[in-house]
């Protein structure tokens, strides 16, 4: 893959929300709450995505949801007038408790109240745009919660199992079959994973919400060389994505 001809002085500038004051509030966002903020853990639900099951299968303690009605906009095509008029990112910024109208990063993240921001999407083409516009608006306009570490998206194995133990999951049809062969289950149907609906409330709280059985992967700050890759990707330069894939 060439990447040389790739613009180094991105044409995409990075900058803080200043403010979301003219957005309109036609109907009421449901947000299903926490109630307790300790270890505060919030899920951003890509459309599609179960609500009631996620409801029921997470822990209220400590986890809240925000369900999507739809895809954000692309923040890195979009300018910040036409961004800030999504009524889906104002619902975000306002859940985690993020101020547009602070001068610095430490007055808008001073009133953060989560300690994880996780995206939750159905593990599909469609669900992997989705968590990549969510990224685009935390990269361009937030970046002090990535750089901070608060940002995951949910990691959901490729395949599972059910069996009379319980559920298995793995990465690969070759991983299932070891883990079923351990298990005591080597004949178990083995199945791919389509999306967080077809799991009832028990098995998906252990693969998306319980802390000690679900995996995350944690965003990290992105170096010159990933924000050129990104723009390229998620921008308006149809050439630069010719240039990165080596079409």
């Known amino acids: 893959m060439n990447t040389s001809k790739i613009d180094e002085s991105p044409s995409i ?8 004051r003219r957005v309109r509030y036609d109907t009421p966002q449901e947000v299903y709450d926490v109630t307790n903020l300790d270890g ?29 009605k739809g895809k954000v906009s692309n923040a890195m095509k979009r300018s910040e007038e036409a961004v800030l008029l999504d009524q889906e990112v104002v ?29 939750l999407a159905d593990p599909d083409p469609d669900g992997h745009h989705i968590n990549s516009l969510l990224l685009a608006l935390k ?9 901070r570490g608060l940002v995951y998206v949910a990691d959901t194995p490729e395949f599972f199992a059910e069996t009379k133990g319980g559920f298995v999951f793995g990465d690969s049809t070759q991983d299932m079959t070891k883990k079923l ?11 791919h994973v389509k999306g967080y609906g077809e799991f009832e409330v028990g098995p998906l709280r252990e693969l998306v919400f319980a802390p000690e059985t679900r995996r995350l992967i944690q965003l990290q700050p992105m170096t010159a ?10 921008g308006e330069s149809v050439e630069g ?5 080596g079409v």
């Open 139 to 147: 990269f361009r306009y937030m970046p002090e919660l990535i750089d």
């Open 225 to 234: 060389k990933d924000k050129q890759i990104f723009n390229a990707i998620m």
């Open 13 to 20: 500038k990075y900058k803080r929300v200043t403010s979301v």
């Open 241 to 245: 994505r010719k240039l990165l894939l």
């Open 91 to 119: 619902y975000a910024l306002a859940m985690i408790g993020f101020n547009p109208s602070g001068a610095t990063p430490q007055e808008q993240l001073a009133k953060l109240r989560v300690s994880k921001i996780i995206f």
């Open 40 to 68: 505060h853990e919030s899920f951003a639900l890509g459309c599609g995505v179960i609500v009631h099951n996620c409801r029921s299968a997470r822990f209220p303690g400590f986890q809240e949801l925000l369900p999507l």
């Open 181 to 191: 062969k351990a298990a005591g289950y080597p004949n178990a149907r083995i199945n």
